[in-house]
């Protein structure tokens, strides 16, 4: 193709809104508010506000440089339903047409009544989740929805030359999974020959829409994966050997490589007839000259600005990797490393932040304008010297500023020893809780937060704005936490929780209370569909003022003769879900956050509770995608926790959870936490996850999730009976717990009552098969 790429561009740009307009359209539509129509007019004006906002900060509005990745829920969704990749479970969904709507959209997304909705999951090593397509061997694939057209024209309408993106062929069939209807063993990338004749039509589509280039994104082929590396050099070949050579009418093909370098694959790609090829060369390394010798006229995309994180750019590092690159290509560009929809719109909107610290970030329009700047050096050495010269010395006076080293932090750290990370044996610890907290068999608990009300949330606002003294407020807050330990005694949990109404965030609600970070008012990121968090700020060494949870656990235990759990979030996830210093190895800033919540956890057995959980869910976040990479993350991550635990007395129990990962790649590192209690997500994946349990040969108490909180359906006795009777099977009675999930912060109080009810009723009834005497 003879189209020339543009010198600026960017992976893929937020797309709830400033404001979270897209998060409130959709749930307004789900719950009835607004009609279709609405809601598709708000996501049209986001999309050409974007389109705006991206031409105003230096990205040329007609040489498609903008990318038009929008999603009304997910990415992967979206190309799953364009190809009507939906499994037997799912067929009715097709209207009379076999197009997937919207209704049907959302419906593989949350599932209704009858059926869970698709499998949801982390997406690479950030804190974003995608749902997983179920694929089989006769799985019908059609081009089922034609949105991506409908975005091309209303995009030119509005004036704009916009890249449409997709998730590429091979990515998409190693993100799938074997539907329940395929055979053991099934690997959906034998489909590839299936789905290759529909990409090739509907590049034919936008070619005749006058959609100059598409972008294709590859990110699986920065990541090792179960099979075999030839098997997925093969299927690249392939895809695009029938995607850029064998098809006769087509844009011109970007292949986009996000979050790591492409290794032995990168020559395969270069080799390739694709037009645009771009790759993480901010978190990846800046391929040698050799490598590279295969591109020939393919324009190389370096993704030199870090779209993960967010602090300002080393524009001087970044300069050095484009001079180097331009040495050995024939056409260069500049991009973001990823996608910008891990970062928040824009610093300008967190002006309560401390100056200084502001002049250290850069959020999604900063980025934009740091490609821009970039850009300008390619055929032009010398031509942004001011700006390397701004950017210097504001690194330098980051690493001046106070809190940045503290030496009390540092030398404590660095006077640890081996015994600070050991609990002793498990077995001991096993006795004396068994004897100081007499829990029956397969005992119930839940996660740690129940439905966040709007009356919850008003008070929290009321109180920051001055409204409510904080006396008010802790009454308030006291009143909710009784309301919910009432109704655990009510429903008959064994291990109850206070339900945290005083928590905005389970990092934020930390981070608000440690020394070192910050927190912003609108830095919303998306997490998966409509559900928004905001990653807090750690710029500086961690270290506890002052007791953050005793107060609120010690009430909430007056309250009832039965356990309350102390609830606090791990060191690996409080990394994980903020947006963490690039100045300090990652282990080292984990070791410093341990060791504030080792004193939390020493304050709470000292408020006598007995029960305390440690919640890691994004441990499996962070892991390296290269299997070589993962020993030194396992290390220092299952040590952070250690850290903070292992001051704990044999009888005191300590709980861990995580949820939504693929627990068989981490089951080892899972033991290795040396957690008394784990819980992990179950209920969606149908409970898979007991057979690395059994395999694996875990010993510890283990609680494999039952209801799906991440859906509003209510699972029936007899499923959740159903469930808990298949683990059962894989894992012994003595060791298993029964809970939801996760915690159940996003649901209403009407559905968790029912859920809960059913979880418990659930749970008495295969107590009372596993006491029947046996015939």
Request: charged share 20%; net charge negative; aromatic share 4%.
């Given at each position: 193709m003879s189209t020339e790429f543009p010198k600026a561009t960017i992976v893929g740009y937020p797309r709830i809104g400033r404001r979270r307009e897209l998060k409130k359209?959709?749930?307004?539509?789900?719950?009835?508010?607004?009609?279709?129509?609405?809601?598709?007019?708000?996501?049209?004006?986001?999309?050409?506000t974007t389109y705006g906002r991206l031409s105003a900060l230096g990205l040329d509005a007609g040489n498609y440089s903008i990318p038009a990745s929008f999603s009304l829920y997910d990415q992967v969704l979206d190309t799953a339903v364009t190809f009507g990749a939906v499994s037997d479970r799912f067929k009715d969904l097709y209207d009379a047409e076999g197009s997937l709507g919207l209704d049907a959209y959302f419906t593989l997304a949350r599932g209704d009544k009858e059926r869970q909705p698709l499998e949801m999951t982390k997406w690479f090593d950030t804190n974003y989740h995608y749902l997983v397509p179920e694929i089989g061997p006769d799985t019908a694939l059609s081009l089922a929805n034609d949105w991506i057209l409908r975005d091309v024209a209303e995009a030119a309408e509005a004036g704009y030359s916009v890249r449409p993106t997709l998730i590429g062929p091979v990515t998409f069939l190693l993100l799938s999974k074997a539907a329940d209807e395929a055979p053991a063993g099934f690997n959906p990338l034998t489909r590839l020959e299936d789905i290759l004749p529909l990409y090739v039509e509907l590049l034919g589509k936008l070619a005749d829409a006058g959609v100059k280039w598409v972008q294709l994104e590859e990110p699986s082929l920065v990541a090792d994966q179960a099979i075999d590396e030839a098997e997925v050099a093969a299927a690249v070949e392939r895809s695009y050997a029938v995607l850029a050579t064998e098809t006769s009418k087509r844009p011109a093909i970007l292949v986009t490589t996000q979050y790591g370098s492409l290794g032995s694959l990168l020559p395969v790609l270069a080799g390739t007839e694709i037009d645009a090829l771009h790759i993480d060369a901010f978190k990846g390394s800046v391929p040698t000259a050799s490598e590279l010798a295969k591109l020939g006229?393919?324009?190389?995309?370096?993704?030199v600005v870090d779209g993960h994180n967010i602090w300002k750019a080393d524009l001087g590092v970044a300069a050095q990797k484009l001079t180097e690159l331009e040495a050995t290509v024939g056409s260069l560009a500049v991009s973001t490393s990823t996608s910008l929809q891990h970062v928040p719109h824009d610093v300008e909107d967190e002006q309560q932040l401390d100056a200084q610290l502001r002049s250290w970030l850069a959020?999604?329009?900063?980025?934009?304008?740091?490609?821009?700047?970039?850009?300008?050096?390619?055929?032009?050495?010398?031509?942004?010297?001011?700006?390397?010269?701004?950017?210097?010395?504001?690194?330098?006076?980051?690493?001046?500023?106070?809190?940045?080293?503290r030496k009390e932090v540092r030398d404590r750290a660095a006077a640890l020893s081996s015994s600070d990370f050991s609990r002793g044996d498990y077995n001991a610890r096993l006795a004396a809780q068994d004897e100081?907290?007499?829990?029956?068999?397969?005992p119930t608990t839940t996660i740690g937060s129940f439905p966040q009300t709007a009356e919850v949330r008003s008070a929290r606002a009321r109180a920051n704005k001055g409204d409510l003294t904080a006396e008010q407020y802790e009454q308030l807050m006291k009143d909710e936490i009784k309301r919910v330990i009432d109704l655990q005694e009510d429903l008959g949990f064994d291990v109850l929780v206070h339900g945290e109404p005083e928590r905005n965030d389970m990092v934020q609600y930390f981070a608000e209370n440690l020394d070192g970070f910050d927190v912003t008012v609108h830095g919303w990121v998306q997490s998966?569909?409509?559900?928004?968090?905001?990653?807090?700020?750690?710029?500086?060494?961690?270290?506890?003022?002052?007791?953050?949870?005793v107060p609120w656990a010690q009430f909430a235990q007056s309250l009832t003769e039965k356990p309350v759990k102390g609830m606090l979030t791990g060191p690996v996830t409080i990394l994980a879900w903020s947006f963490v210093r690039d100045d300090l190895p990652l282990g080292e800033t984990a070791n410093q956050v341990a060791l504030a919540l080792r004193d939390e956890v020493s304050d709470l057995e000292a408020a006598g509770i007995k029960v305390i959980q440690v919640d890691e869910p994004a441990l499996r976040e962070l892991l390296p995608l290269r299997k070589a990479d993962q020993p030194e993350y396992l290390v220092w991550s299952v040590d952070s926790f250690k850290l903070s635990t292992a001051s704990a007395a044999p009888s005191t129990q300590i709980h861990t959870h995580l949820c939504y990962s693929e627990f068989g790649a981490i089951i080892d590192a899972i033991d290795g936490l040396d957690a008394d209690v784990t819980s992990i997500e179950a209920a969606r994946s149908r409970m898979e996850?007991?057979?690395?349990?059994?395999?694996?040969?875990?010993?510890?108490?283990?609680?494999?999730g039952v209801y799906d909180?991440?859906?509003?359906?209510?699972?029936?006795?007899?499923?959740?009976?159903?469930?808990?009777?298949?683990?059962?099977?894989?894992?012994?009675?003595?060791?298993?717990?029964?809970?939801?999930?996760?915690?159940?912060?996003?649901?209403?109080?009407?559905?968790?009552?029912?859920?809960?009810?059913?979880?418990?009723n659930a749970t008495v009834a295969v107590r009372a098969q596993l006491e029947a005497p046996v015939s």
């Open positions: 359209a959709v749930e307004a539509y789900w719950a009835g508010r607004i009609t279709a129509a609405e809601l598709e007019a708000t996501a049209r004006e986001l999309r050409t006229n393919t324009t190389l995309v370096a993704g959020f999604a329009e900063q980025k934009v304008v740091e490609v821009v700047t970039l850009s300008k050096l390619i055929g032009n050495p010398g031509a942004i010297d001011a700006e390397i010269t701004s950017a210097a010395e504001v690194l330098s006076s980051r690493a001046g500023a106070a809190g940045v080293n100081a907290l007499g829990l029956p068999a397969l998966y569909g409509s559900r928004c968090t905001r990653p807090s700020i750690l710029w500086g060494d961690v270290s506890r003022p002052a007791p953050i949870t996850v007991v057979h690395d349990l059994e395999s694996h040969g875990f010993k510890r108490g283990v609680g494999p909180i991440h859906s509003p359906r209510v699972p029936g006795q007899d499923e959740v009976s159903e469930l808990l009777e298949k683990a059962v099977q894989h894992v012994p009675a003595r060791q298993l717990w029964v809970n939801p999930d996760c915690g159940l912060k996003t649901r209403g109080y009407a559905e968790t009552e029912e859920s809960l009810r059913n979880l418990v």
